[in-house]
C-alpha cells in the first residue's frame, strides 16, 4: 500500500497568512493526489484533484502543487471558514489511502 | 444536487452484523463508482471500499477483507454496506462517497460525500 505523511500535523496561524501543507507518498503517483477540507461534525469536502486541479466552487486562494512523491498544498489569504482539518489522498492505486491529516487552527 | 444520505448505523456487539443504505440523488447514479469511507472517534480518513459503477467489480481494504460486502442497486439509486462479524476497531463514523469519474472502473477520487452514519460495536 502506499503511505501517505502529511506535514505539519497541527499548525497554528493567523486570518490573512499564506499557509502550506506538505504531503509525501511513499512511493511516484504521479499527479494522482487529491486535498481535502474537513471541518467538526462535517464530511470531507473535496477541494484539489488530480495534484493542481480546482474543484468547482471551491475558492480561488486554495492551490495545489507537486507531482512524482512531494506536493503541496497552499491558502493565499487564510479566511476564517479555512480553520479545519485538511487531508491528502493518493488516487494512483488501489487502496487508496489518504495521510494523517494537518488540523489548521486559529493563532 | 448532489445528495447522498447515509442510513443505518447504531449500536451493535461484537460480532454482530449491521447493513449500511446509502440513497443517492441529483446524479446519474448507474454511471459512477461508489465508494464507503470510515473515520474512527478523533482520528482521520480510511477507504473502506468500491464498487464500479454496474457493481461488476469490487475492492476492499485489507482490514475489512472477508467481512464486508459492497453493493449497489442501480435500479433504486441505492448503495449497501453489509458489515459481518463487527470488532471494536469498526467503530467509526461510515460515509458513502460519489466518485469523480464517469464510467470508473477503479476507485479514484471520492468528489461528493454523504452526512455519515455512525456504527458503534460494543457489548
Known amino acids: 500500500d502506499i503511505q501517505m505523511t502529511q506535514s505539519p500535523s497541527s499548525l497554528s496561524a493567523s486570518v490573512g497568512d499564506r499557509v502550506t501543507i506538505t504531503c509525501r507518498a511513499s512511493?511516484?503517483?504521479?499527479?494522482?493526489l487529491n486535498w481535502y477540507q474537513q471541518k467538526p461534525g462535517k464530511a470531507p469536502k473535496l477541494l484539489i484533484y488530480?495534484?493542481?486541479s480546482l474543484q468547482s466552487g471551491v475558492p480561488s486562494r486554495f492551490s495545489g502543487s507537486g507531482s512524482g512523491t512531494d506536493f503541496t498544498l497552499t491558502i493565499s489569504s487564510l479566511q476564517p471558514e479555512d480553520f479545519a482539518t485538511y487531508y491528502c489522498?493518493?488516487?494512483?492505486?488501489?487502496?487508496?489511502?489518504f495521510g494523517q491529516g494537518t488540523r489548521l487552527e486559529i493563532k | 444536487q448532489v445528495q447522498l444520505v447515509e442510513s443505518g448505523g447504531g449500536v451493535v456487539q461484537p460480532g454482530g452484523s449491521l447493513r449500511l443504505s446509502c440513497a443517492a440523488s441529483?446524479?446519474?447514479?448507474?454511471?459512477?463508482?461508489m465508494h464507503w469511507v470510515r473515520q474512527a472517534p478523533g482520528k482521520g480518513l480510511e477507504w473502506v471500499a468500491f464498487i464500479r459503477y454496474d457493481g461488476s467489480n469490487k475492492y476492499y481494504a485489507d482490514s475489512v477483507k472477508g467481512r464486508f460486502t459492497i453493493s449497489r442497486d442501480n435500479s433504486k439509486n441505492t448503495l449497501y454496506l453489509q458489515m459481518n462479524s463487527l470488532r471494536a476497531e469498526d467503530t467509526a463514523v461510515y460515509y458513502c462517497?460519489?466518485?469523480?469519474?464517469?464510467?470508473?472502473?477503479?476507485?479514484?477520487?471520492?468528489?461528493?460525500w454523504g452526512q455519515g452514519t455512525l456504527v458503534t460495536v460494543s457489548s
Open positions: 462517497a460519489k466518485d469523480m469519474v464517469v464510467f470508473g472502473v477503479v476507485a479514484a477520487t471520492p468528489d461528493y
Open positions: 489522498q493518493q488516487s494512483y492505486s488501489t487502496p487508496v489511502t
Open positions: 512511493q511516484s503517483i504521479s499527479s494522482y
Open positions: 441529483g446524479f446519474t447514479f448507474s454511471s459512477y463508482g
Open positions: 488530480a495534484a493542481s
